[in-house]
């Protein structure tokens, strides 16, 4: 089955920038991932340039997303689904 979820990425000690991405819940795949439309700033002003992980939200749970051979999975453990 195909859902949208929250995609978030996790930058500059914490700040957070959401998009909508689409999980496969066979496969855990995330496609569609939504670019971000706003500007790339911190709330102290400053560019976003450390990139410290990435999750998605998907029923009312946070889970990690890793990238594997140019695709993003999500690590839902199976019973979550």
Do not use: C
């Not at 995330?30 to 029923?59: K, V």
């Not at 990690?64 to 993003?72: A, F, I, L």
């Amino acid at each position: 089955m195909l859902v949208e979820v929250d995609f978030i990425s996790v930058w500059n000690s914490g700040f957070e920038v959401e998009t909508k991405a689409t999980l496969n819940t066979q496969t855990n795949e995330l496609t569609e991932i939504h670019s971000y439309e706003g500007e790339l700033i911190d709330a102290e002003g400053d560019e976003l340039e450390h990139f410290e992980g990435q999750y998605i939200e998907f029923a009312g749970k946070r889970f990690s997303v890793e990238e594997t051979n140019g695709k993003y999975i999500a690590n839902v453990p199976k019973n979550d689904i």
